[in-house]
């Protein structure tokens, strides 16, 4: 067969997918009759609304010198661990809001940040392609830095996101920016599986970010700059679950719903989207037109715990509180009193619910909190 | 504001000029008297002798009251509330009355008042308030005042008879608060366009804070306890401070946002509140004005102490106003605030620096707490837990803004700036527990005391900090001298003891291991310290004995920076170069060249035993491809061969006896073998896995195989194998050596390696530039500039692609180094579309959408052009033009170019030069259009030392140019012009 030949196949081929992937778009226009938010609007549902101490920032955690990147919740206890540009990982204490550990990272270049579900360790990577393990408990050498305990490598690119496993502190999946993720066993250090890559069905472009599924720990959602969403299954590693074409930027952001029968995400295109995992359709989008041209990119976003509210994270210090039933921002956290001054980079809720905490390129994060008697949702 | 003072306002407008000379009827009314001030007896408006008024001027008038209790009278005027909100446009606050008295007993006690504010005039009142009282002067028509008081400000008399007109139904207001009449006046004034009550009452409120301090605290606190009920729409800063502990009980963070946002206009009350100097202020901050006029007061009060933001009783809680002295409280090590133990977390913070109020964060602390650094109190510990301590106690110490501020500490006379405090705190035998204060230091033994007394401390001599020691430093009276420093009674007796003869008064010379000399004298005479006694001795009489890390010292000056230094000092001296490049460029040869260049050990052991191992397994990889090569070309032969072979049986260059075809290329079949399986082991891809145990094994058999005439034959096709990078060449040819067990690779072998530098994200390393030997005569200033560390960063390009998501990580970068292989320019690679592109052209690619980058906006770039050697031996034999960008390069070549390599007296341009000079403005000419700024380009060739060096060095000077460029006029820079030199085609 000779190259030519090849070649001509090659492109048939790809004009094939391309027109089936057309199709399949059309039939689920087609299927889609409606979205979630006309469907509650026609039910009558009324959005949720919010007086001006319905959610206040009750806490401001100073301590970063950079811009802070990324955070996370611990699953029980009250704290944060939050990574930045100073090179440093610092967690909190999220009810007292004093820092109980200051990590001085090998590579200042940190990306992510993650909890271990017991609360013992923390991992984080970044631009040095490793994930780096840290025992919480193990002792400081002499300089009062806290050694690394694990290096997880392999990944070819940066290493983008990082979540722990669920209810297991052995197993961590990661996002990189050679487009794969990646599946580790921390107690070997290895990594167990690639997802994505090559040979693979897996995307094309950087992967940003990852989300386990809550209920379900063997399904996991990433988003990457080939503008899509893909599911996977942690058992099949060869190809996608399912991939979640619509967004025309970047997905910077992943989370699933609370339900763990869909998931958000957040994109460069200024919008965020609900999908369906089982169905594979797009519920709902979430955009607000600004008033001049400028699309402001998502760059995370957090359900709350019940789900009917999604918190995105936009690059112009914005925060949106979105009513995800009807499709309405109920509040903007930016035009608060004590908001951030700059870009909102990371969003987390704490495991009850009862709490936001934003990260913010100003170098600092705070804590929302539902003021007064209102019950959280 | 009522109506009829509006109506005066819009009449009296009138065109003012500034200082206008004065041309009204002589004074007629007696001259004020200055009489000193009962601090005791709060002065009080007394009653208004009705001045004749001019009838259009029909003006309130304030009634006098005899307020010689205001705390008491205080709550009367809360009633007012109502009536003073429509009349004042601008809200009154209760405090006023402090600041506005004296205007309001204008008439009867003008006299003291005027002698306050002469004197009050050499407090710093902005000069403009001055000539807003001028202008306003023509508008008085009635009040003739003396013309010498112009300057004086002398605008409160016509305030008084303003006062006595209009506002006289408001006697029992201005019985609380004489002064509201006058502030109302002060609104008119700033109706008037003068707007400058500020100063009046800054002037005023001032001297008068001075005086009246004690019977200010009580009106505060008096308002702070009933006050904060009943203002709250008034707005007034000190009371928010009470309003807000009301609302954010919950949520203590909200506390500093109603701070800052609940009214645009308080937030200079609340800088104000920093400075006693203008605590005062604040009282009528409400107009706009306010905001520079704080601004201007703001410099002189930067290192004034801070006071707290809410007064309270003694021994109350500043928060929760709780609380008595016996209370268990925590302060703030800014400025004195008191937290209970309910409060201080709410107060504080998460104390990113320690124990200071969450205003108070970045404000320098308390010299007198200094001491408390770092030294927990029972309290917190209570609080919180052992780690969160810790963190604090940390952060309180090695932050910078807690740290010693330099001109606090004056050295020899000298105040220090801030890389000498940093050259000595960091030295190796630093001052014990430095506080601010006055020091002598001798830098040639070290001895360390505070001035005027005996040294305290041997710390490392040769410190280049503060001025030159003074004879009378010390304070001694025994006219005996060491190193040109008059010794103390106790030092002298220590000499005696340590049987240093001291008779005739001496000069000595002491240097820091103790030896010393007489002056004039060449020998020395003995060690102080020598002796064991000595020891015993010092320690009796109270006097320093070096340490043994001051013993040693000698080289500590070139290493002073590897020396620990807290976070904040690795921080500030830090200048970041990020070197990128299409994969190919050589970014990780020069990356790792300024490692050998500029690192004592540029790779520790373990790094040299992975090198070795990656060397290795590259040079298997290598042997691989040129294996596979060799398959191919024999079987290219054997092909040949067969089609041949009926005519030219004779060219058959062997056969075996086995009849088995051979070729140059063909191999015994023991190697055979070994090659078979090296092929497949790298093919399976597991090369890293087999090759470390398979070194000794087959050592001999890759001897044999290299020598053979076979591979030898591949090698030297080996143009013709794309797979097999340039640098192989290199390791091939010394395979032997490297694939021994115990072969140690050299910095060169580490420069030719691929893959040291990790193949993907960033690699950096901290540098010095080597100090030049000439720099020595160069003294202080050039020293601060060795203390500049240089990052250079290096980041891999692959995954940039058309996301560079992660660039906007680098934006505190000094400059970007872009680095383009200049012999790329006939090569071709894949990009992102599969497509075959031009290397050059990705390059360029790249180069556009880095310089496009938001986040680098406005950033220095420098193009290294590198790997000008192979560019130099390419362009004779294929055309620039290969390249679509280049393909208007015509150039203009000498006839007699042939010999000019010989003939080098003409300096004829090589036609290497001539690319090199093209491209460069190619480049210049794409940075330009793209951002209209000038690209600053250098030759490179990431294999020779010196030229990595001298382009690092390049660097730094951009950078440290554009730290200057404020400096130099236009014109001067010019001359640093970089344009490489003109070139045209």
């Known amino acids: 067969m000779s190259v030519a030949e090849l070649k001509d196949r090659h492109l048939a081929a790809t004009q094939t997918v391309s027109a089936l992937r057309d199709r399949l778009k059309q039939k689920r226009l087609l299927l889609l009759d409606t979205d979630v938010a006309g469907y509650s609007r026609s039910q009558g549902r009324t959005p949720v609304s919010f007086g001006p101490t319905d959610l206040v920032c009750c806490r401001t955690l100073q301590g970063h010198n950079g811009k802070v990147y990324s955070l996370d919740w611990t699953p029980e206890k009250n704290r944060i661990v939050s990574a930045s540009q100073d090179g440093r990982l610092i967690v909190w204490n999220a009810l007292t809001s004093q820092k109980t550990h200051a990590i001085k990272l090998p590579c200042a270049w940190v990306m992510t940040c993650a909890f271990s579900p017991t609360g013992q360790s923390v991992a984080c990577g970044g631009l040095d392609s490793v994930c780096s393990i840290f025992n919480l408990n193990s002792p400081t050498d002499r300089d009062g830095n806290l050694p690394v305990s694990k290096m997880l490598s392999g990944h070819k690119g940066y290493v983008s996101s990082c979540q722990y496993v669920p209810d297991e502190d052995a197993h961590l999946i990661t996002s990189s920016g050679d487009q794969t993720c990646g599946l580790w066993d921390i107690t070997t250090g290895l990594r167990t599986s690639v997802f994505g890559g090559e040979f693979q069905s897996g995307h094309t472009a950087d992967v940003l970010s990852v989300s386990i599924n809550g209920s379900n720990s063997r399904m996991f959602v990433s988003g990457s700059c080939d503008s899509t969403a893909r599911l996977w299954d942690t058992r099949v590693a060869s190809r996608a679950v399912r991939t979640f074409h619509g967004h025309e930027g970047d997905v910077n952001a992943v989370k699933f719903f609370p339900d763990g029968n869909r998931f958000g995400t957040g994109s460069d295109d200024g919008t965020c989207r609900l999908f369906d995992i089982r169905t594979g359709h797009q519920l709902q989008v979430y955009y607000q037109q600004h008033g001049d041209n400028e699309v402001p990119p998502v760059t995370s976003i957090a359900f709350s715990i019940s789900g009917r509210l999604l918190f995105a994270g936009y690059s112009n210090g914005d925060c949106y509180v979105w009513d995800t039933l009807l499709g309405q921002v109920v509040l903007n956290l930016g035009t608060l009193q004590n908001s951030h001054e700059g870009r909102i980079s990371c969003l987390g809720l704490s495991a009850d619910g009862s709490a936001l905490c934003t990260g913010s390129w100003d170098s600092n994060l705070k804590i929302w909190a539902f003021g007064g008697h209102r019950k959280v949702i | ?985």
């Open chain 2, 1 to 985: 504001m009522s109506p009829e003072v509006g109506n005066i306002v819009v009449e009296e407008r009138l065109e003012f000029a500034f200082a206008m000379e004065y041309h009204g009827p002589p004074i007629t009314s007696e001259l004020p008297r200055a009489v000193p001030i009962n601090v005791d007896r709060i002065p009080v408006a007394a009653v208004v002798s009705q001045m004749p008024l001019p009838d259009k001027l029909s003006l309130p008038v304030v009634q006098p009251i005899l307020a010689n209790n205001l705390t008491k009278k205080f709550s009367k005027e809360l009633k007012f509330l109502g009536s003073e909100s429509n009349f004042l446009p601008i809200n009154v606050s209760p405090t006023s009355v402090i600041a506005f008295e004296s205007p309001n007993g204008a008439v009867i006690r003008d006299e003291s008042l005027s002698k306050e504010l002469a004197s009050g005039s050499e407090i710093t009142v902005s000069p403009s308030s001055v000539y807003a009282f001028e202008e306003r002067r023509p508008g008085n028509d009635g009040c003739d005042l003396s013309g010498e008081l112009s300057s004086s400000l002398d605008t409160h008399y016509p305030c008084g008879q303003y006062e006595s007109g209009e506002l006289s139904g408001m006697v029992d207001r201005s019985n609380g608060l004489g002064s509201s009449s006058i502030s109302h006046d002060h609104s008119r004034e700033l109706l008037n366009g003068v707007g400058s009550s500020g100063p009046l009452g800054f002037s005023g409120s001032f001297e008068k804070s001075r005086e009246l301090s004690e019977s200010s605290r009580k009106m505060m606190i008096s308002r702070d306890y009933k006050g904060s009920l009943d203002y709250n729409n008034d707005l007034n800063k000190p009371d928010w401070a009470s309003n807000e502990s009301v609302i954010s009980v919950d949520y203590p963070s909200s506390r500093v946002s109603s701070l800052k946002v609940a009214d645009g206009c308080n937030e200079p009350g609340c800088d104000v509140k920093r400075a006693p100097v203008v605590t005062f202020c604040d009282i009528e901050s409400e107009d706009e004005d306010s905001n520079d006029r704080f601004s201007r007061a703001g410099p002189e009060v930067v290192r004034a102490k801070k006071e707290p933001a809410v007064r309270v009783r003694k021994g109350a809680c500043y928060r929760c106003l709780k609380g008595n002295r016996f209370t268990e409280k925590e302060v703030c090590t800014v400025c004195d605030a008191k937290f209970c133990s309910n409060c201080v977390l709410r107060a504080m913070g998460s104390m990113p620096e320690g124990r200071k109020c969450l205003s108070c964060i970045g404000f320098q602390i308390d010299e007198s707490k200094r001491g408390n650094l770092g030294k927990c109190s029972r309290m917190l510990k209570r609080l919180l837990n052992d780690l969160e301590i810790r963190q604090i106690m940390k952060a309180e110490k090695l932050c910078e803004v807690n740290q010693l501020p330099p001109e606090y500490v004056c050295v020899n006379g000298r105040p220090l700036c801030y890389e000498e405090l940093i050259l000595l705190q960091s030295c190796p035998a630093p001052p014990k527990k430095l506080k601010p204060g006055n020091y002598w230091y001798d830098k040639v033994s070290g001895l360390w005391g505070k001035e005027g007394q005996k040294p305290s401390q041997i710390i490392s001599p040769h410190l280049n900090v503060g001025g030159p020691i003074k004879p009378d430093a010390s304070n001694g009276n025994t006219q005996v001298y060491i190193n040109g420093r008059e010794i103390t009674k106790v030092e002298l007796r220590m000499l005696q003891l340590a049987g240093v003869q001291c008779a005739g008064n001496p000069h000595f010379w002491v240097n820091e291991d103790g030896s010393y000399q007489e002056e004039g004298q060449k020998n020395t005479k003995g060690y102080i310290w020598g002796k064991a006694g000595t020891k015993l001795v010092c320690a009796v009489l109270s006097l320093p004995v070096p340490s043994k890390s001051s013993c040693a010292s000698g080289d500590q000056f070139s290493n002073i920076v590897s020396h620990t230094a807290p976070d904040y000092l690795e921080q500030r001296a830090l200048q970041k170069f990020l070197l990128i490049g299409y994969s190919g460029s050589g970014t990780s040869t020069i990356f790792k060249q300024a490692k050998i260049l500029y690192k004592d050990v540029p790779f520790s052991e373990d790094e040299r035993e992975n090198i070795k191992l990656l060397i290795q397994s590259n040079v298997y990889r290598y042997l691989g491809i040129l294996l596979e090569g060799r398959e191919r070309f024999e079987e290219e032969n054997l092909n040949d061969l067969r089609v041949n072979q009926p005519s030219s049986e004779d060219e058959l260059i062997g056969r075996t006896d086995g009849g088995e075809e051979q070729t140059i290329y063909s191999i015994c079949r023991r190697l055979k073998a070994f090659s078979d399986w090296l092929l497949k082991v790298m093919v399976s891809g597991n090369l890293e896995a087999v090759f470390p145990a398979s070194i000794r094994e087959y050592a001999p058999l890759i001897e044999e195989m290299w020598s053979s005439s076979a591979i030898q034959g591949a090698y030297k096709r080996r143009s013709e194998l794309e797979m097999l990078p340039s640098v192989a060449g290199y390791f091939l040819e010394r395979m032997v050596d490297i694939l021994r067990f115990d072969y140690e690779p050299t910095d060169v072998d580490i420069l030719y390696a691929e893959g040291v530098t990790s193949s993907n994200g960033v690699a950096c390393v901290d540098f010095l530039f080597p100090e030049p030997a000439y720099e020595e005569n160069f003294n202080s200033s050039d020293q601060h500039d060795s203390l500049l560390r240089f990052q250079l960063i290096r980041v891999q390009s692959r995954g940039f692609g058309e996301n560079c998501k992660w660039l906007e990580m680098f934006e505190d970068v000094r400059i970007v180094i872009f680095a383009v292989a200049l012999s790329d320019y006939d090569q071709f690679a894949v990009d992102e579309k599969r497509s075959l592109v031009n290397k050059m052209m990705l390059s360029r690619k790249f180069f556009e959408s880095i310089v496009s980058h938001p986040t680098f906006d406005q950033m220095d770039f420098l193009l290294l052009l590198n790997k000008y050697d192979l560019f130099e031996e390419k362009i004779e034999r294929i055309s620039l033009t290969k390249c679509e960008w280049f393909d208007d390069f015509h150039p203009v070549t000498s006839r007699n170019r042939a010999n000019s390599s010989n003939s080098s007296v003409n300096h004829a341009p090589s036609l290497g030069q001539l690319g090199f000079h093209y491209i460069a403005v190619k480049f210049k000419r794409l940075f330009s259009s793209l951002t209209d700024r000038k690209l600053y380009v250098s030759l490179v060739n990431g294999l020779e030392p010196n030229s990595v060096d001298q382009s690092l060095m390049f660097a730094r000077e951009i950078v440290k140019w554009d730290d200057e460029r404020p400096n130099f006029s236009a014109s001067e820079y010019s001359v640093y012009s970089t344009e490489a030199s003109s070139f045209s085609h």
